[in-house]
């Protein structure tokens, strides 16, 4: 092989990258990732003298820098190509044909999965999924997406690649991503006037002279629960980071959309980012805190200049910054931090250690982030979703709220459909909401199963579309992930458990080794080795992650593998073997190598079958 | 004389605490056993090896971070717990490269301790094999890579004790590894000294002296004279530097 020559940089374009870096996010170790980040926007990679130089300056251990380096999928120490090809690699993706894509990209491009091509032109591979499933297959040229990649698109981004036509000439209409609002409630119809909501919690606290409690009391009173998934009470966790005695508090908007099937936050930034902002001032009111942040996917990097001057904009507004609506002392702005391909950094905890520069692992509890978050400030961690939610309750009240959806899970809720439906793409409905009607609604028939909440939500049969969206049903951070008689269930499981082994973050034995595990198995049986031994090893593995794991990620990692065991079980035992134990290890296999060696290939040179 | 100190049942038995400690903590300095690999005495607890999982009211909890708690109920030596222990165990037995009848920790090293003392038989699972190189660099400390179960030690006392920082971790899942501080990454190159607390440290056989190899003979050694269970006082809470207790 012909090593693939890496960019020299001389030390100027070093230092200008590194300083660029360093003016636009501070001297500061918590911006390391940020700064790595833009380095590399620059830099196309993270070369060494450039981590020597971003270690100098930030102060921070150079372990730590390649640490941080080789945690984050998007951040490369080795040189990629020039047009940097990453396909999505969701369940829905690969439905869709995302893999005979890939296939025949390489082959026209003449380059691997994984690899750089020889001339450095294009470097190819699979992400996890970019939150473009209603734009199934989907992928990312140097982090800009690419929707709805048929034959035809594919060929069309070779020819451009093999042109070399710089990606900011390419058509425009390549990276056009449509919103797909397919169904709209309270939400999605009635969008706000910057100001309207903050201005409304703002005149509650003094229509009673409660200030900023009142704001608390009424999104109590709502009963809001958040909308990531796991539906903790927002007023609950905002009271109780309301209540330390130590300043400054923080806000963070969770945008770190990575639920395989989930895209609702796409369009809420997409489109709604004024409700989004509006939400968070809100919560800032609410908390007495300063200071803000949203943590944006790396897979929503497009998104980040809009968002930026929306800021801007509100803060022309006086809707942020200083005096916000005129008000003194109430002072509360947001940055916008990029995440860089990790899904674990959806967990709260995991996000703020990425926030300040780290590897994104999950922190150990007590203390919860309320009472020390960010820098150890008391923190409170949202999704995109309930900041919207949150400013519409200030804005209509509490009431007017709960009118929608069940008496446990009130207002409305998101949902992500994609898959094998007519109309995939984004439904708001009450919650109560059944399964079936979702199903009825998104035009998709012959449904065998629907994954709700993704990956490390729950696998629906048939016998379950009478069961609702709710949180005391159906919990769902959005993913509604469809699923018809074509599907082999087996198949769609066995691509989770990949998932979860390429983005366990590795702290805790039992997620560590345990998803690799499981994946392992999972081929094993694929290839035709496996034995009801293997089913009953992942059954086991599967309960000690469910219990033993540090965070949900482990947690959740075995459930669509236990799911689909128990309602798609004759999908498993048809590719086992028929004895009880099989091997994984394939001698004969193993002597390949001596065979092409010794240029022999007749029967003695193969082991006999067993009698 | 001072308040009754509140206590916690740990399998029935009642433990005494100071508010602050950890139910490991507690339980380890009341004399009581709970396996464990990444908790050290002298270190803030991290909770990453998941070895010292307990039951309390129901529910799975790491017991080197949960604080221990007037009234708690926790379960430890039960076939349950154990069993799902010893999967644990053998997990980080199929994710390295563990030779024990070769490696100069045998009858030291806490992980081949803490599989007998589970009742560990066979690995079970197949083995990773990961191609980990070893880091002979150093004029006086080997690192053999292979042996390496992640539990952060040698991060931790280097960074809090020795001031340096000489040890970090990259990587994610399975790619998760230990990395060295210095512009070559070779250990040579660190401030590693000899005398550091992050050389001692490793409850496994990663970083090695050289040239003092079997000074003490296989079969003689701690973990051979009595299993790691009967020693759960060594292991109880201390200040960073105070010595073991006899027979360490």
């Given at each position: 092989m012909i090593p693939v020559t890496a960019p020299e940089f001389d030390?100027?374009?070093?230092?200008?990258?590194?300083?660029?870096?360093?003016?636009?996010?501070?001297?500061?170790?918590?911006?390391?990732?940020?700064?790595?980040?833009?380095?590399?926007?620059?830099?196309?990679?993270?070369?060494?003298?450039?981590?020597?130089?971003?270690?100098?300056?930030?102060?921070?251990?150079?372990?730590?820098?390649?640490?941080?380096?080789?945690?984050?999928?998007?951040?490369?120490?080795?040189?990629?190509?020039?047009?940097?090809?990453?396909?999505?690699?969701?369940?829905?993706?690969?439905?869709?044909?995302?893999?005979?894509?890939?296939?025949?990209?390489?082959?026209?491009?003449?380059?691997?999965?994984?690899?750089?091509?020889?001339?450095?032109?294009?470097?190819?591979?699979?992400?996890?999924?970019?939150?473009?499933?209603?734009?199934?297959?989907?992928?990312?040229?140097?982090?800009?997406?690419?929707?709805?990649?048929?034959?035809?698109?594919?060929?069309?981004?070779?020819?451009?690649?093999?042109?070399?036509?710089?990606?900011?000439?390419?058509?425009?209409?390549?990276?056009?991503?449509?919103?797909?609002?397919?169904?709209?409630?309270?939400?999605?119809?009635?969008?706000?006037?910057?100001?309207?909501?903050?201005?409304?919690?703002?005149?509650?606290?003094?229509?009673?002279?409660?200030?900023?409690?009142?704001?608390?009391?009424?999104?109590?009173?709502?009963?809001?629960?958040?909308?990531?998934?796991?539906?903790?009470?927002?007023?609950?966790?905002?009271?109780?980071?309301?209540?330390?005695?130590?300043?400054?508090?923080?806000?963070?908007?969770?945008?770190?959309?990575?639920?395989?099937g989930t895209f609702k936050d796409r369009l809420l930034l997409g489109r709604y980012a004024d409700l989004v902002f509006e939400g968070m001032t809100v919560a800032a009111w609410a908390i007495g805190a300063s200071r803000g942040f949203v943590y944006l996917r790396g897979e929503y990097r497009f998104l980040l200049d809009a968002l930026r001057d929306t800021l801007e904009r509100r803060r022309r507004e006086g809707l942020l910054g200083a005096a916000i609506c005129g008000r003194e002392g109430f002072a509360f702005d947001v940055q916008i931090h990029v995440g860089a391909g990790s899904y674990v950094c959806g967990e709260a905890s995991a996000l703020v250690e990425s926030l300040e520069g780290k590897r994104g692992i999950p922190r150990n509890?007590?203390?919860?982030?309320?009472?020390?978050?960010?820098?150890?400030?008391?923190?409170?961690?949202?999704?995109?979703?309930?900041?919207?939610?949150?400013?519409?309750?200030?804005?209509?009240?509490a009431d007017w709220f709960r009118s929608r959806g069940t008496p446990r899970s009130s207002g409305t809720k998101l949902l992500s459909v994609s898959g094998d439906c007519a109309r995939p793409g984004i439904y708001e409905y009450p919650f109560g909401v059944s399964v079936q009607q979702v199903l009825e609604d998104s035009g998709a028939t012959g449904t065998i199963a629907v994954q709700a909440g993704g990956p490390s939500g729950a696998c629906l049969g048939q016998d379950e579309f009478e069961r609702r969206i709710a949180f005391e049903d159906i919990e769902t951070g959005g993913a509604f992930i469809v699923f018809d008689g074509s599907r082999d269930m087996f198949e769609v499981a066995r691509h989770f458990a990949h998932f979860f082994a390429e983005e366990s973050c590795g702290f805790c034995t039992p997620c560590r080794v345990g998803t690799s595990l499981l994946r392992n198995l999972m081929d094993k049986i694929r290839d035709g080795k496996g034995s009801q031994h293997d089913l009953l090893t992942i059954e086991e593995l599967g309960r000690l992650l469910g219990k033993a794991s540090h965070c949900g990620l482990g947690e959740s990692a075995a459930k669509p593998l236990l799911g689909t065991l128990r309602r798609f079980r004759p999908a498993y035992e048809r590719r086992l073997g028929s004895s009880a134990v099989e091997p994984a290890f394939d001698l004969d296999g193993a002597l390949a190598r001596a065979r092409r060696m010794t240029g022999r290939d007749d029967p003695g040179a193969h082991l006999g079958e067993a009698p | 004389m001072s308040e009754p100190r509140p206590t916690f049942q740990l399998d029935g038995a009642e433990v005494p605490f100071t508010p602050g400690q950890t139910v490991l903590q507690a339980a380890l300095a009341a004399g009581h056993h709970i396996p464990h690999l990444c908790?050290?005495?002298?270190?803030?607890?991290?909770?990453?090896?998941?070895?010292?999982?307990?039951?309390?009211?129901?529910?799975?909890?790491?017991?080197?971070?949960?604080?221990?708690?007037?009234?708690?109920?926790?379960?430890?030596?039960?076939?349950?717990?154990?069993?799902?222990?010893?999967?644990?165990?053998?997990?980080?037995?199929?994710?390295?490269?563990?030779?024990?009848?070769?490696?100069?920790?045998?009858?030291?090293?806490?992980?081949?301790?803490?599989?007998?003392?589970?009742?560990?038989?066979?690995?079970?699972?197949?083995?990773?094999?990961?191609?980990?190189?070893?880091?002979?660099?150093?004029?006086?400390?080997?690192?053999?890579?292979?042996?390496?179960?992640?539990?952060?030690?040698?991060?931790?006392?280097?960074?809090?004790?020795?001031?340096?920082?000489?040890?970090?971790?990259?990587?994610?899942?399975?790619?998760?590894?230990?990395?060295?501080?210095?512009?070559?990454?070779?250990?040579?190159?660190?401030?590693?000294?000899?005398?550091?607390?992050?050389?001692?440290?490793?409850?496994?056989?990663?970083?090695?002296?050289?040239?003092?190899?079997?000074?003490?003979?296989?079969?003689?050694?701690?973990?051979?004279?009595?299993?790691?269970?009967?020693?759960?006082?060594?292991?109880?809470?201390?200040?960073?530097?105070?010595?073991?207790?006899?027979?360490?």
């Open positions: 030390d100027a374009t070093l230092d200008e990258a590194v300083h660029r870096a360093i003016d636009a996010w501070g001297r500061e170790p918590t911006q390391l990732l940020q700064v790595l980040r833009e380095v590399q926007e620059t830099l196309g990679f993270l070369p060494p003298p450039a981590l020597a130089r971003i270690a100098s300056a930030l102060g921070v251990p150079i372990a730590r820098v390649r640490g941080v380096v080789a945690f984050y999928s998007f951040l490369y120490a080795e040189p990629r190509g020039t047009y940097r090809v990453l396909f999505s690699d969701n369940v829905t993706d690969r439905m869709r044909g995302s893999e005979e894509r890939l296939r025949e990209f390489g082959q026209r491009l003449w380059v691997e999965s994984g690899k750089v091509s020889q001339d450095g032109l294009v470097s190819l591979g699979r992400t996890s999924c970019v939150g473009l499933d209603d734009h199934a297959p989907a992928l990312l040229v140097n982090g800009r997406p690419v929707p709805d990649v048929d034959a035809a698109r594919a060929t069309l981004l070779g020819d451009l690649i093999l042109a070399r036509v710089p990606l900011a000439e390419w058509p425009p209409e390549l990276f056009v991503v449509e919103d797909h609002i397919r169904r709209a409630d309270v939400m999605l119809t009635d969008p706000i006037r910057p100001g309207e909501a903050i201005r409304a919690a703002l005149a509650r606290g003094e229509a009673d002279g409660t200030g900023p409690q009142a704001t608390l009391e009424e999104i109590k009173a709502a009963r809001l629960l958040g909308r990531g998934g796991a539906g903790f009470t927002t007023g609950v966790k905002w009271e109780s980071c309301s209540r330390q005695p130590v300043t400054p508090r923080v806000v963070v908007c969770n945008a770190d959309e990575g639920e395989p509890r007590p203390p919860r982030l309320a009472e020390k978050g960010y820098l150890g400030w008391p923190t409170i961690v949202n999704n995109v979703e309930s900041y919207c939610a949150a400013a519409l309750i200030l804005l209509h009240g | 908790y050290h005495p002298e270190f803030k607890p991290h909770g990453s090896c998941k070895l010292c999982t307990v039951k309390v009211g129901g529910w799975h909890a790491t017991s080197c971070t949960l604080p221990a708690k007037e009234g708690l109920v926790v379960e430890s030596e039960t076939e349950e717990v154990n069993a799902e222990r010893r999967m644990l165990v053998q997990l980080l037995f199929v994710e390295g490269n563990h030779f024990c009848p070769s490696c100069e920790m045998s009858g030291r090293c806490k992980l081949q301790a803490t599989a007998y003392d589970l009742g560990m038989t066979t690995p079970r699972f197949d083995h990773f094999f990961p191609d980990r190189p070893v880091d002979a660099s150093h004029p006086e400390i080997l690192l053999d890579f292979n042996r390496c179960i992640l539990c952060e030690l040698c991060v931790r006392a280097s960074a809090e004790v020795d001031g340096k920082q000489v040890f970090a971790l990259a990587g994610r899942g399975m790619g998760k590894h230990l990395v060295v501080n210095s512009d070559s990454g070779l250990l040579r190159d660190s401030q590693l000294a000899a005398t550091d607390k992050a050389v001692e440290v490793c409850p496994v056989g990663v970083i090695l002296r050289k040239r003092v190899g079997f000074a003490i003979p296989v079969g003689q050694r701690r973990f051979d004279e009595r299993p790691i269970s009967a020693q759960a006082l060594d292991y109880a809470p201390r200040p960073p530097g105070r010595p073991k207790a006899p027979g360490a």
